[in-house]
């Protein structure tokens, strides 16, 4: 019997459809996972054929994968995990440094075009990479002007963190200047292998539809609580954040969003690995 690898993200957005897959555990698929980047490049790679990658990683590599519109990772507004930690207004950024996360893709890029639509010029500032081994505070207060975290990381920091320093949601900034939801990152499979293993691929496409509706209803608690324990948070939190923030809905909205998001970065007339 041939296996079917999924690769999933181990962030707390993809609680639902990660907790629900090990919990049924179908001994013929096979879990890899990783942060967004390494899922990225095992997807890139050909070494997992199902994931959900950075909404980035699809729009620059479309012919390599098909969208699977069974789930994806939004928001409707405030996504509540990809937050711009800053010292200064958004609007006076320009000539500042700012650090980015090496577990990124979409995001990144996100905030580079936020920053463009505000008319900020991106060769002022300097973007520097951060691997988060300093504290939020001390990053803040003795290396960079502004700060940006994803995942658990953003989720623990903004309530840890409330009232120390400006926080800008990326997720809230993208819809206030585009009228449409964010897409961080989005469920596909690649190309080559769908078309090989179309059976395959119709159950992949059926298990996570129904992993989403598992993991948002039978298994919510007991997801969600374990998740508070891993991360020292309140439960509630947690709950708030998969259903008032957290969205896994793919709508037209959602491909108009992609859309504007790689006419917008193409816009920039940047490198995408600077």
């Not at 013929?28 to 980035?56: C, E, K, T, Y």
């Not at 926080?167 to 469920?187: C, H, R």
Request: aromatic share 12%.
């Amino acid at each position: 019997m041939e296996k079917i690898s999924i690769g999933l993200i181990n962030f707390t957005n993809c609680l639902p459809i990660n907790y629900t897959l090990e919990k049924w555990a179908h001994e013929d698929i096979i879990l890899s996972w990783g942060h967004p980047v390494l899922i990225n490049r095992l997807m890139h790679d050909g070494q997992v054929q199902v994931a959900p990658i950075s909404a980035f990683e699809y729009l620059m590599n479309e012919s390599d994968y098909v969208l699977i519109k069974e789930a994806c990772i939004t928001s409707d507004s405030e996504c509540g995990s990809v937050i711009l930690f800053s010292k200064f207004k958004f609007e006076d950024l320009a000539g500042k440094k700012i650090g980015i996360p090496f577990n990124s893709a979409t995001s990144i890029n996100m905030l580079k075009i936020l920053l463009n639509e505000k008319g900020i010029p991106l060769e002022s500032i300097n973007f520097s990479m951060h691997k988060y081994k300093q504290a939020l505070p001390e990053a803040l207060n003795s290396e960079y002007d502004a700060i940006l975290y994803i995942g658990d990381q953003a989720l623990v920091s903004r309530v840890k963190h409330k009232d120390e320093f400006l926080m800008y949601d990326l997720g809230s900034l993208w819809k206030e200047a585009t009228g449409l939801p964010p897409v961080f990152g989005t469920w596909v499979a690649r190309a080559d292998w769908a078309v090989t293993h179309k059976d395959d691929f119709d159950r992949v496409k059926f298990l996570i539809n129904k992993a989403v509706e598992a993991g948002l209803g039978v298994y919510f608690n007991e997801a969600t609580e374990k998740a508070a324990s891993g991360l020292n948070l309140n439960p509630e939190i947690i709950k708030d954040y998969l259903t008032a923030k957290i969205k896994y809905n793919f709508t037209p909205e959602h491909e108009k969003s992609l859309k504007l998001f790689k006419e917008l970065y193409f816009k920039l007339n940047i490198n995408s690995e600077s």
